[in-house]
C-alpha cells in the first residue's frame, strides 16, 4: 500500500537523498494526516479488492452503529450493505473506471436498521498499473432521502389535487402550477411557471385586481370570486383561497393559491333560476287562463242567445268571432302550460310543436307588426320521443335570437323549415333570420356559458328591451345533447344567420303530416 494515499498505515517518513530534514517533515505530515483522517466528520475507509477492510475511521464505525473501527476489521464490507448486486456493481465500476462518484447503496447499521449512503472511491494500482486498494468517502444520507421521499409524496398530492394549486413569490411571480394549474389556464407548465397572476386576469377587471396581492399579503389569507382569463381568451368564473406563507421572520415568504372553476355551477344555478322563473310565470298563466274561461264562457253564450234574439245585430259576429279566438288561445295555453310542467317522455311531433308555439310569438309586437314569417313544414317527419319543455325551449330560445337579431333590420324575414333526412335518419329543424348576423371571431364562443353581445339588462333599450345573460345558447346545446341531437350554425354579419338542429330519429314515419305552408 502506497503512503502517500489515504487508507493506508503510513510508512515511516524516508527521503529520496536520505535528508534527515525532510524525513521529520514527512513524518510531522504523516500524523496530521492521520489525526485527520480519524476525526474527520465523513465517514472514511481503506479496503481490498475482496472486501476486506483496512483501515477505517470512527465516523464510518458510527454510521453503521458501530461504537469503533476494530469492530468492523473482522467484518467482511459486503454485509454492511443490503445485497450483493448492488455491491458488485460498485467495484465492477471501479475497476472498469477506476473512480465512483456518488454511488447510492443501502446500508444497515448494527441494530438491523436500515439506512441510505451515498459513496465515493477511487482503485489505488502500484507502479506496475496492479490494482492494490480501494480508498473512498461514505455520507449517510438517510435524513435527506426520507425529506427527498417526503417531498415526493407532496408533490405527488399536489399533482393529483382536483383544484388548481399556484405558488407565487410576495409579487405574484407564479414559482409552480400542477397540472390542474395547467388544465384550468391552458398554459403548458413551463409557460404558466414564471407568469404574474395579474397576467390571469381579464384587461376589463385589472383595475379592480392592481391592489389585490398587497391586499393578500397584508391579511394573510383571502377567500373569493374571481374572474380568470385562459390561454384561448375565453373566461372562467374561479373560486379562489389564497394563503401566505411566512419565513422564519415572519416576512412574507411565498403565497399558495387554490383555485376551482365554478363556471358551471354558476351556469347551473343561473339556469335553475331562470327555470324556476319560467316555471313561476307558466303557473300564474295555467291559473289566469283557467278563471277566465267562466266568464268568456257566459260572454260566448250571451252573445249566442243575443244572436238568436237579435239575428240582425252584424256585430254580434265580431263577438263570437274575438271570443272564439280568446278560447283558442287559452286552450293553447293550458295544453302549452301542461306538457311543459310534465317531466314525463312523451311522443312529439316537431310539425305540430312549431305550431304551437309560432301562436305564441304574437304576443311579440315587434314579430305581430314588424316581421314577415316564412314557414316549410316537411312532410313524412317521424315521431320522437322527448319532453315538451326541452324542445320547446330550444325552440323559443332560436327564435327569441333571431328576433333579437332583426330588431334593426330594414327587411326582417323570420324562416322555420322542417325536413327529414331517411338516409342519416335526423330530422332538420332550421331557423333562419335576416338580422345583423354573427363576427367569425365570436361564432366560436357563442355556445359558452355566459357569452353575449346583446346588451345586458341594465343596457336595455326601447329597441331591445331583453338584456343578454348567454344562457340562451349554451342552453341549447345541453338540452340537445341529452336526445344526442346537434345544432350548427351558419351567419354572415349584415346578412343574418341559419340554425340547424339535427335529431336523431329512426322510428317509423307518421304519413298523416302532409307539407304545410303558413
Not at 176 to 199: H, I, K, T, W
Not at 272 to 285: F, S
Not at 360 to 373: I, M, W
Not at 408 to 423: A, C, G, H, M
Amino acid at each position: 500500500m502506497k503512503s502517500s494515499d489515504a487508507g493506508g498505515t503510513p510508512l515511516e517518513g524516508q527521503s529520496k537523498i536520505g535528508d534527515p530534514c525532510v524525513a521529520v517533515d514527512y513524518a510531522d505530515s504523516a500524523e496530521r494526516y492521520r489525526q485527520f483522517f480519524q476525526c474527520s466528520p465523513i465517514g472514511m475507509y481503506c479496503m481490498t479488492l475482496d472486501d476486506r477492510f483496512i483501515e477505517v475511521n470512527a465516523q464510518y464505525a458510527r454510521i453503521f452503529g458501530y461504537e469503533s473501527p476494530q469492530e468492523l476489521y473482522q467484518s467482511n464490507v459486503s454485509k454492511l450493505f443490503e445485497g450483493d448486486a448492488g455491491r458488485r456493481d460498485f467495484i465492477n465500476l471501479l475497476t472498469h473506471f477506476e473512480s465512483v462518484s456518488n454511488y447510492r447503496e443501502i446500508g444497515r447499521r448494527k441494530d438491523g436498521r436500515k439506512l441510505s449512503t451515498l459513496e465515493s472511491a477511487r482503485l489505488v494500482r502500484d507502479e506496475f498499473g496492479v490494482s492494490q486498494y480501494i480508498e473512498g468517502t461514505l455520507l449517510d444520507i438517510t435524513e435527506l432521502v426520507e425529506l427527498e421521499e417526503r417531498s415526493s409524496v407532496y408533490v405527488w398530492a399536489l399533482e393529483e389535487a382536483r383544484g388548481a394549486i399556484l405558488i407565487a413569490s410576495p409579487e405574484g411571480n407564479i414559482q409552480y402550477a400542477n397540472s390542474a394549474a395547467c388544465e384550468l389556464y391552458g398554459y403548458p407548465p413551463e409557460q404558466l411557471v414564471g407568469m404574474n397572476f395579474r397576467d390571469l386576469v381579464p384587461e376589463s377587471e385589472r383595475s379592480r385586481t392592481n391592489s389585490f396581492p398587497d391586499e393578500v399579503l397584508k391579511k394573510g389569507r383571502w377567500v373569493g370570486e374571481l374572474n380568470q382569463l385562459k390561454s384561448d381568451g375565453k373566461e372562467r368564473v374561479v373560486k379562489m383561497a389564497m394563503t401566505v406563507v411566512p419565513d422564519s421572520k415572519g416576512d412574507p415568504r411565498v403565497m399558495i393559491a387554490f383555485a376551482q372553476d365554478i363556471s358551471e355551477v354558476r351556469w347551473l344555478e343561473s339556469h335553475l333560476q331562470q327555470a324556476q322563473k319560467m316555471e313561476a310565470i307558466g303557473l300564474l298563466a295555467s291559473g289566469l287562463a283557467h278563471n277566465i274561461i267562466s266568464p268568456l264562457s257566459a260572454i260566448v253564450m250571451t252573445a249566442e242567445m243575443t244572436k238568436i234574439k237579435y239575428p240582425q245585430v252584424s256585430e254580434l259576429d265580431d263577438v263570437l268571432s274575438a271570443t272564439g279566438r280568446i278560447q283558442e288561445i287559452i286552450s293553447n295555453l293550458m295544453s302549452k302550460s301542461r306538457q311543459e310542467q310534465s317531466r314525463e317522455v312523451t311522443e312529439l311531433d316537431i310539425n305540430k310543436l312549431v305550431k304551437i308555439e309560432l301562436k305564441f310569438l304574437e304576443a311579440n309586437l315587434f314579430f305581430k307588426h314588424n316581421v314577415t314569417l316564412e314557414v316549410d313544414l316537411g312532410s313524412e317527419i317521424p315521431i320522437i320521443r322527448g319532453l315538451y319543455g326541452d324542445f320547446s325551449q330550444v325552440f323559443q330560445n332560436l327564435v327569441g335570437n333571431a328576433l333579437d337579431a332583426m330588431i334593426s333590420s330594414p327587411e326582417p324575414v323570420l324562416t322555420i323549415k322542417t325536413n327529414y333526412d331517411k338516409k342519416k335518419g335526423t330530422i332538420a329543424l332550421n331557423v333562419r333570420d335576416t338580422g345583423c348576423g354573427i363576427p367569425s371571431e365570436n361564432v366560436r364562443r357563442i355556445f359558452e356559458p355566459f357569452f353575449t353581445t346583446k346588451s345586458t339588462a341594465e343596457e336595455s333599450t326601447e329597441q331591445r328591451p331583453n338584456g343578454g345573460t348567454g344562457l340562451g345558447l349554451c342552453t341549447v346545446q345541453q338540452i340537445l345533447g341529452k336526445y344526442k341531437a346537434t345544432v350548427t350554425v351558419e351567419s354572415e354579419p349584415g346578412r343574418g344567420s341559419q340554425f340547424t338542429i339535427f335529431i336523431p330519429a329512426k322510428r317509423k314515419v307518421n304519413k298523416s303530416n302532409q307539407r304545410n305552408q303558413v
